[in-house]
């Protein structure tokens, strides 16, 4: 079935450092592909998708790349900022399936 | 604002006492969701329903219930609480069960079992 596998975290960051999370899934369909971030004490919010490969995602600084060759979908920024520090979903979707997430990746960024 | 409501937000029960998790959501979407998150763990799927009138068993379905009412609303019951359902309920909808739009999630009911 299809699945998806997120790096372990927290990830530990200062301000304006590089970010990348990895995302790794295993499809049997073509899937679209997404990124959730959850701040503290909210719910989930869609952050970016892309719906077929080669397609790139980005939202608020952040980007992720549909890379069916490496079956991958990394999340990456640039410089983060403090107000970045959430924890972030990698999901897939077949159609008519449920979404499936990774297991969320907690990220914390100092000043 | 368009979304996806859930009441209460906090919620103390004690072992044995019911209660019923509330959602609505405004997109008309068909499909809507039930999931748990417990420190440390990602999400878990409890119930689902792909359309009004249809409702199906997530990961862990064991000492829940729910009712899709029409198709804004999708309640979860809980008939006897348990110190194990102690947990951040969210409550998603989405337009079909598989899209390429993702899914809303409100914003949680913090529920602890005593």
């Known amino acids: 079935g299809n699945s998806v596998t997120q790096m372990e975290g927290p990830v530990t960051l200062s301000e304006e450092a590089f970010l990348t999370i990895n995302c790794t899934y295993t499809a049997t369909g073509y899937p679209s592909l997404f990124w959730y971030v959850q701040y503290p004490g909210e719910g989930l919010q869609l952050l970016l998708k892309a719906t077929k490969a080669d397609d790139k995602g980005s939202n608020k600084g952040f980007e992720a790349t549909y890379r069916k060759e490496t079956t991958s979908f990394h999340l990456e920024k640039g410089s983060v900022q403090v107000s970045d520090s959430a924890v972030y979903f990698c999901a897939l979707s077949d159609p008519f399936q449920k979404l499936v997430f990774g297991t969320g990746t907690r990220l914390l960024v100092s000043p | 604002n368009a979304g996806v409501t859930q009441t209460p937000k906090f919620q103390v029960l004690k072992t044995g006492q019911s209660m019923t998790l509330q959602c609505a959501q405004d997109?008309?979407?068909?499909?809507m969701y039930w999931y748990r998150q417990d420190p440390g763990m990602g999400l878990r799927l409890i119930y689902y329903s792909a359309s009004e009138g249809t409702t199906d068993k997530g990961e862990v379905p064991n000492g829940y219930n729910v009712s899709r009412l029409n198709k804004r609303e999708f309640s979860l019951r809980l008939e006897s609480a348990a110190p194990s359902q102690t947990s951040v309920y969210f409550c998603?909808?989405?337009?079909?069960?598989?899209?390429?739009?993702?899914?809303?999630f409100g914003s949680g009911t913090r529920l602890t079992v005593v």
């Open positions: 998603a909808s989405s337009e079909e069960l598989g899209n390429n739009y993702g899914y809303t």
């Open positions: 997109m008309n979407h068909n499909s």
